[in-house]
């Protein structure tokens, strides 16, 4: 009983095109061996292989070497094409590895217009201009939730997270501002204590921060004996601005909110001097991505800076 025949090859490999190219680039098998560092039966069988599967000659052959066919030309051609995606995508995928590409997913309720999260976004577009960074506004559950599912990277927001939620650590103790309109009776005051504030009218948004507002200023004002008057709207950040510079009512704000400008309106300092609102940035320790790893590291890096300041400054200021 004879042997059975060997099944005829039926794939590709990416080193068959580079053979394939090589003896199409030098016009010879034998100098394709030698390029190669491998047998010249070695780069037969290679082209003999493809030729195989595809069902078509490649290569005119002849005393002094081999020419592409009409057809070995055609496939030569995106043979080269298929080698370059190849490389390219051994370079995205190294790239995203390292960092360097991919996207990075963050949640806020917080402003980008000043302090650390804007110092650190800063300096991570720099870093990383080919990382796509795609930004979230929304409830603190739902980010929440989008974070535990892997639709988000990690959230900036104002308080601590329980370990439950991830990792995370403060970015930045921030100092609270009242944003009054310009001819308020208290708009030539430096500073502001809360018992000045027991009879405003405050205005403050129905979503995200607005509730942690309405939480803090029921806390601080409800320690004076009296419950504030608080006004919800459903609108943004910019709209419950525009309704204090109207002179409808005041609101409260964190520092890093104080870097875009309203018309009409004005911060001033609330409470005491060491009276500070913490912000985190939260994320889960199984995430591998990247460029995660690389947007926590340089968190941490800014956030040490801003309390270094914060210390530096608050034992340069006398106490109130």
Sequence with gaps: MGCPSAKPERYFEIYDFEVLLCVAELGSFRKASLRLDIGQSAVSRRIQKIEDIIGVSLFE???GGARLTAAGACFAKRARAVISNFEEAISVARAAATGEQGNLRIGLIASLSRGVIRNTTLEFFSRHPNVEVLLVEAERSELLSLLSHRRLDAIVASGGFPPEYGDSFVLAHETIH????????????????????????????????GPEIQDYLIRQ???????????????????????????????????????????????????????????????????DNPALRRFVSLARVHARKAAAGDAASRNADPPS
Excluded at 180 to 186: C, G, I, S, T, V
Aim: aromatic letters at 8%.
């Design 221 to 287: 004002l409800g320690e004076l004996g009296k419950a504030p008057y608080i006004v919800r709207h459903r609108i943004g950040r910019e709209g419950v601005m525009n309704l204090v510079g109207l002179g409808l009512g005041i609101s409260l704000v964190a520092d890093h909110w104080r870097g875009v400008r309203y018309p009409n309106v004005l911060f001033r300092p609330v409470g005491c001097e060491r009276e500070r609102i913490p912000f985190s940035l939260v994320w889960r320790p199984e995430n």
């Design 178 to 209: 009242i944003a009054l309109p310009e001819k308020h009776l208290l708009a030539d005051r430096q500073r502001l204590s809360w018992n000045d504030l027991r009879n405003e009218r405050f205005v403050v948004s129905a979503d995200e921060p």
């Design 61 to 63: 052959r002849y005393a």
